[in-house]
């Protein structure tokens, strides 16, 4: 390689790339081998035919766009334009998207998602124009819309005697479904369809229901209380969607429980406010708008994390391109009045403090975590982190010199941070980073812990590290400056996200298997979280990630 060219990529691609050559030495190379490419000049982007063309604009949207951007304009990953990607060339991009980068592009070509040749076919692809995803409009969300159980025709009370606060909602992603799982017995209720990869599953404010909202745009409503529980509505209001989030505020201005619901998309980009009981979308508000520094037009400005506010009839609504957070008013939806707060670009997911009144939000690739105090309404403070932080909801603790604190972990380096929350009473701690704790290694998605627990739970999923993948640790909340211990749990796929139940004594991780290898599709463990000791497993369950418990997502105790 030239030095112009080598100059192009950094250590992480040069790496992936040597690794990928020393791979395709042999006689029967591991990768199945791809065409050496050279380098190609601007403005030739290699030809696809129509069929390769929609075969890798779907593995695009299905695999690269949460990351990348649609317009592959960048956010959580870099830009992809062919004015970036041309001067790379096929092979190298190929062997980047095979073997990944330890800074979190995953190793798809290894994992066995992508073969040698469709890692091929996406470095060609990305190499030409993004073709421009068509738009929503409300006469096409109401032509989805279904209400499958009118709201007078559910039950006025449980028709079971289950604990149905103890609940848990498992996202089977790849399965398109939504296991509901008894916390007491570890039996699956029901198991629904729902959208497919489910993102995220919300509970109502009274926790009857269960909002998910799929990656393909779809939000499907449970009914608890039905027996067994099922999907009483759903709509698809987009084509790409990570968020969805209950109105929850019961106050002077109002009882707004359970009656709506936002849902926060990707593509297109944009917020749609529809019924908390039926889904009837109501409201469609375009995010498109100017980056909050530069102040320039950004095309696909996505709706990351949205929450609401336990103070006033708001959601935090936290619009990742642009960098903004977006108070939205839900008293009137029609025509809901909008704050826009200056924050920080790429904000991604996030979770209260433990008083309730200041959100803390990854800005993931800008390293930081922005505080927002709902209460005030303003931008408390931009905590800078390590390497591209990713808390989930984050974790609440007490930190035996420091205080209250709120921690994340990061998918670009092996450490979890805690963060001083406390203004009032340890002013000199807040919102500054008082510890780092060093872990086995990078690519934590989750950590989650409980006000009666003593740890702090942390996974490692995106580690490239096939052991580390595996393995989650737990740090002592008495003497934090070190994991106190780290194991595997299971011997294939990845532990991913935490969560505890309703009474805060026992902690479930997902095995995150593949759909397509049966015994190993994946399974859920529960661990005893006095001794940590394993207590039960959920078997063959395909693909579990997300798991959320009601009274816990109701009462957003993390
Ligand atoms: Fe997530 C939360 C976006 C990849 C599992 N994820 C979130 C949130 C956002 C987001 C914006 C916050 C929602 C909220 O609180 O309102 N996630 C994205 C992406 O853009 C990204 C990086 C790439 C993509 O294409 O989706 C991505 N996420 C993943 C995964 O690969 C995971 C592990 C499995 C999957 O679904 O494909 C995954 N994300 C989750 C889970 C949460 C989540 C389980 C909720 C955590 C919680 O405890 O609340």
Redesign the pocket.
Known sequence: MTAALAAQFNEAELNAIVSYLAGLKGETPPTGGVEATPAVELGEAPVLTTEEFEQARQIFFD?????HGVLRNG??GPALTPDKTLPKGTLALASIIFNGTPRGMPDWGKQGVLTAEQAELMAKYIQNEPPAPPEMSMEQMRGFWKVLVAPEDRPTEPQHTRNWENFFAV?L?DAGQVAVIDGDTYEVVATVNTGY????S?MSATGRYVYTIG?DGKTALIDLWMDPPAVVAEVKTCYDA????VSKYNGPEGDFTDRYAIV?C?WPPHFVIVDGLTLEPLKVVSTRSYTYDTQEYHPEP??????ASHFSPKWVV?V?ETGQIWLVDYTDVQNPAIKMLNAERFL????WDASGRYFLVAANNANKIVVLDVQEEKVAAIVETEKIPHP??GANWIDPVFGPVWSTSHLGEGALVAIGTDPVNHPEYAWKVVRTIPLPGAGS??L?THPNSDWIWVDH??NPDEEIQRTVCVIAKANPVEPYKCWQVADYGRA????YNMEGNQVWVSV?GRADDPGRTGEIVVYDDKTLEEIARIPNLVTP????NVYN?VKDI?
């Not at 996505?302 to 929450?307: E, G, P, Q, Y």
């Not at 991604?348 to 979770?351: A, E, L, R, S, V």
């Not at 990630?545 to 959320?548: S, W």
Request: aromatic residues 12%; contains cysteine; glycine residues 12%.
């Open positions: 695999r690269c766009a949460g990351c956010a959580t996202t992603r990869a489910v993102h995220i919300r990656r990570r968020s969805v989030e926060g990707y996505r709706v990351a994390s949205i929450v936290n990742k991604h997911d996030g979770g989930g909801r998605l989750f989650k999923t995106l991913v996200h935490f969560e995150w990630t997300g798991k959320f997502t993390y």
